[in-house]
Nanobody, 115 residues
Framework: QVQLVESGGGSVQPGGSLRLSCAASRSIFNIYHGGWYRQAPGKQRELVATITSGGTTNYADSVKGRFTISRDNAKNTVSLQMNSLKPEDTAVYYC?????????WGQGTQVTVSS
């Protein structure tokens, strides 16, 4: 079993920045793909960004150019740098690790963008 723990959420004004981090309880991100998803109140969970074990990244159109996903295999972490935040980025952000039929989720961290 693998535990994923997110950190770095909080409240920020529009235009601000936050950095989310996801720490795994075991060394998996050198093999597993990693990603960030988010769920706003009353909406379905949606993909934000993913990074494969080979380092290929993918972003939702709504965050391209503003968010950057990265991975540190030595620290067993996947991070999400979020810049130029907008009120519509407000959501609970979840970390995910997956490989074939195995997937693990973190408990989520709240991000609120408001003036």
């Amino acid at each position: 079993q693998v535990q994923l723990v997110e950190s770095g959420g909080g409240s920020v004004q529009p235009g601000g920045s936050l950095r989310l981090s996801c720490a795994a309880s075991r060394s998996i991100f050198n093999i597993y793909h990693g990603g960030w998803y988010r769920q706003a109140p009353g909406k379905q969970r949606e993909l934000v960004a993913t990074i494969t074990s080979g380092g290929t990244t993918n972003y939702a159109d709504s965050v391209k150019g503003r968010f950057t996903i990265s991975r540190d295999n030595a620290k067993n972490t996947v991070s999400l740098q979020m810049n130029s935040l907008k009120p519509e980025d407000t959501a609970v952000y979840y970390c995910k690790a997956w490989l074939r039929s195995y997937d693990y989720w973190g408990q989520g961290t709240q991000v609120t963008v408001s003036s």
